[in-house]
């Protein structure tokens, strides 16, 4: 089909994910709220969740195990929900627990589950269908259940969802799986309370601190998401590795952003002044520029240093827009 832009409307994304499946795939509705779509493809198959807003938003309108997929020759199922659902839909169990009953992920030597957010707590809590799989999830949460939860007060308008029996503290669900790979962010402190209930000795927990409040778009953004994945599905994945790989947040205009806003925020004008610089010296814009003049100033003010030898960076005027009849 022609090109996009994204995001796609809802009717031709529905095309994008048809023609995806092919003839060999299928792309199957469960329920109201939610898509499955399965590629097949050689002897490992990844099993992805995520809102369809985040699928509908890529230049192609696909899944995030499209790219790792097709390099490698991956069967992949992918699970899509519309809004803000959890995943917590009873079709959604019936299609697992069908999966299951028909021996489905027999077939493959190595199954995967993924997903970040929300879909981090779809893939751990489904991730129990298939024993001895590899779990890997980005800023995982392990259940919105009052009773579990009760620090939890974010995402009020899933509170009323059922978050059991079936398929329901994601935490627990993962006790069958081979591995473990957690993402987290540890300067987020809801985010670290639920990481901290997912634990075993098959749980490897890799720290990106300040990667901000959507882990996988950040990873997806840096361009390492899928050497992560290659290195889960065979086991070579450790903190280590990880953090190396995370060396490349540090080229980031992103990451560098966010980290900037949140040294406003702490109101630290030396680590201010710091983060700017540095997005100075990689030829960032006037914003960076602005921040960077501001944070010396305020360092002049009290007296302090400004760290290495940073100093104020002219700021380019906008041009200006020339009015009627000049």
Do not use: C
């Amino acid at each position: 089909m022609p090109a996009q832009t994204p995001p796609f409307s809802r009717a031709d994304h529905r095309d994008a994910l048809l023609a995806a499946a092919g003839d060999v795939g299928y792309l199957r509705q469960l329920g109201d709220d939610h898509l499955a779509l399965f590629r097949p493809g050689g002897d490992t198959l990844v099993v992805s969740f995520e809102a369809l807003d985040t699928t509908r938003a890529r230049a192609d309108g696909l899944p995030l195990s499209t790219a790792i997929a097709r390099k490698r020759g991956w069967a992949t199922l992918d699970i899509m929900a519309e809004g803000r659902t959890w995943f917590r839909d009873d079709a959604v169990h019936d299609f697992f627990d069908t999966l299951t009953d028909d021996g489905f992920f027999d077939d493959y030597d190595d199954v995967l589950f993924v997903g970040g957010g929300m879909g981090a707590y779809g893939a751990a809590a489904h991730s129990v269908a298939a024993p001895g799989a590899t779990v890997f999830l980005m800023q995982p949460y392990a259940t919105l259940d009052r009773d579990v939860a009760p620090w939890e007060r974010r995402f009020r308008a899933a509170w009323a969802l059922p978050f059991g029996p079936r398929y329901g503290n994601a935490a627990r669900m993962i006790d069958a799986a081979a591995r473990v790979y957690l993402v987290t962010d540890p300067t987020e402190t809801r985010d670290a309370m639920h990481a901290s209930l997912f634990d075993g000795d098959h749980v490897t927990r890799l720290v990106a601190p300040h990667a901000g409040s959507d882990i996988q778009a950040r990873l997806e953004e840096i361009g390492i998401l899928r050497r992560l994945l290659a290195g889960a599905q065979t086991g070579n994945l450790t903190p280590q590795r990880f953090a190396q790989l995370w060396r490349a947040r540090r080229q980031n205009p992103g990451w560098l952003m966010g980290l900037l806003r949140k040294t406003d925020r702490l109101d630290r004008p030396w680590l201010s002044a710091l983060v700017a610089g540095h997005m100075v010296r990689k030829g960032a814009g006037p914003a960076a520029r602005r921040r960077l003049n501001d944070a010396l100033s305020r360092l002049a003010s009290a007296g302090r240093e400004a760290p290495g030898d940073l100093e104020p960076a002219p700021v380019k005027a906008p041009d200006r827009q020339l009015l009627a009849g000049e």
